[in-house]
């Protein structure tokens, strides 16, 4: 039987502030942790075996998915006590697994025949996709559905096929992973155990369909995008009187939907929320549990992570917005620049021609502030009545007129 190992010990430093609380694999898309749409995927490919390699905010992971009897699976955990690279946590799985193996980082969205696919190639296998930027990946080259070469991040990559961390492999890996060195950063790479295998032309190429890399935080609109594309209705909570719902839109238990608000699907809407009244939400956003989306209110294509209220006269547009934020009367995002130019955040551009802000977990604003495009807000900042916030905001920061 083909086990799964999924490598979720990082942090995720690109993901900032989003990981300050949390590891990066249970950041919620769809209101679910990016992880366990992962698992649940492989599972409907017929794999019930799981071997997780946690170590940032272990418990996190550990206290959600327990032994994954919740999930349908089987899941054991390995911790990797230090950070020293990929190639390091695969060794700490070494006395875990029995024969073949499928083996992927746990921070991407993967469609069920794509996984299926990789399961039915002869071992070792890699999946591979095509990348319109693929400077920001590790290339590869192939030749008849083999792997011929394979470089990390370049400024002139040799193609635009990208590795995309989805391996299929025996117990051969742990042979070449015993002979490999630091690289110059320091850490064992896995992809420099590959490198026996490309000698040997014996690394088989399978190209996915569809990949979601959540790199950074805008990536995980993008992943939410695509995954409520799939949602279906179902509605949990009580929903008054002339309150309007187009397309796929569920609402969780205890959540009450308010007169006059206009929902567009897809939408999810997470358990014990206040809606409305008044409230216009628009396609492709999640709101996680015990949220207060208010009084004349527009949200459109963003993620609201639990318990956070955006009570009244907020307009907030393809935004990352954490737990146990309140946006002060008046506040609003800007996401679009009047060039229309893509927008950069922290310096990277997202290549995103409207993007909002990404903010942190417990930020408090006051009364009337705008939040301009591309902003990064960190945890647990308080911004001043009739603010202007721009660039980047450090954690804990207090930011006045």
């Known amino acids: 039987m083909v086990e799964c190992v999924i490598l979720a010990a990082g942090e995720g430093k690109r993901m900032r502030p989003l990981t300050g609380s949390r590891p990066k694999v249970m950041i919620p898309v769809a209101n679910q942790p990016m992880l366990e749409h992962l698992i649940n995927a492989i599972r409907d490919c017929g794999i019930n075996e799981f071997i997780l390699v946690v170590g940032y905010q272990e418990a996190a992971v550990r206290h959600h998915f327990g ?33 073949e193996f499928l083996l992927l980082n746990g921070d991407m969205i993967l469609s069920r025949e794509d996984i299926k696919a990789v399961l039915s190639s002869p071992s070792p296998a890699l999946g591979i996709c095509k990348s319109d930027h693929p400077q920001d990946f590790g290339v590869v080259t192939v030749t008849d559905g083999i792997i011929t070469g394979l470089e990390e991040k370049s400024e002139n990559p040799k193609s635009s096929l990208i590795n995309a961390g989805l391996y ?124 207060h989306i208010g009084h004349s209110i527009e949200l459109k294509n963003s993620i609201v992570m639990n318990n956070s209220n955006i009570p009244h006269f907020n ?71 009739h603010c202007f916030v721009s660039g980047v905001i450090a954690d804990n920061s207090v930011v006045k007129r």
């Not at 955990?77 to 697994?97: E, F, I, M, P």
């Not at 996401?335 to 551009?349: E, F, M, Q």
């Not at 290549?351 to 939040?371: E, P, T, W, Y």
């Open 67 to 99: 032994d994954g009897s919740d999930f349908g699976v089987s899941i054991r955990y390995v911790t990797q006590k230090r950070q020293r690279g990929t190639g390091d946590a695969v060794l700490n799985v070494l006395s875990h697994v029995n024969g």
């Open 168 to 291: 299929l492999f025996n117990s051969d890996i742990f042979t070449h992973l015993k002979k490999i060195t630091p690289s110059p950063r320091g850490e064992l790479e896995l992809t420099d155990a590959l490198l026996p295998y490309i000698k040997l032309g014996s690394l088989h190429a399978v190209m996915l369909s569809s990949w979601a890399d959540m790199g950074s935080p805008w990536d995980l609109l993008t992943a939410n995008e695509v995954l409520l594309g799939s949602l279906s209705s179902c509605i949990e909570g009580e929903i008054e009187e002339g309150v309007v719902l187009k397309g796929a839109v569920q609402v969780g238990k205890g959540t009450v939907v308010k007169a006059g608000t206009y929902i567009e699907g897809p939408c999810v809407i997470g358990k014990g929320c206040r809606i409305g009244p008044h409230a216009y939400i628009r396609g492709a956003t999640a709101i996680g549990d015990n949220c």
């Open 315 to 385: 307009y907030v547009g393809d935004s990352v917005i954490g737990s146990g934020c309140n946006f002060g009367a008046g506040t609003k995002i800007a996401n679009l620049r009047h060039d229309k130019k893509c927008i950069s955040a922290g310096g990277v551009d997202t290549r995103r021609k409207k993007f909002g802000a990404v903010i942190g977990d417990d930020v408090m604003f006051g009364i009337n502030c705008s939040v301009n495009v591309g902003a990064i807000i960190g945890n647990r900042c308080r911004i001043a009545p």
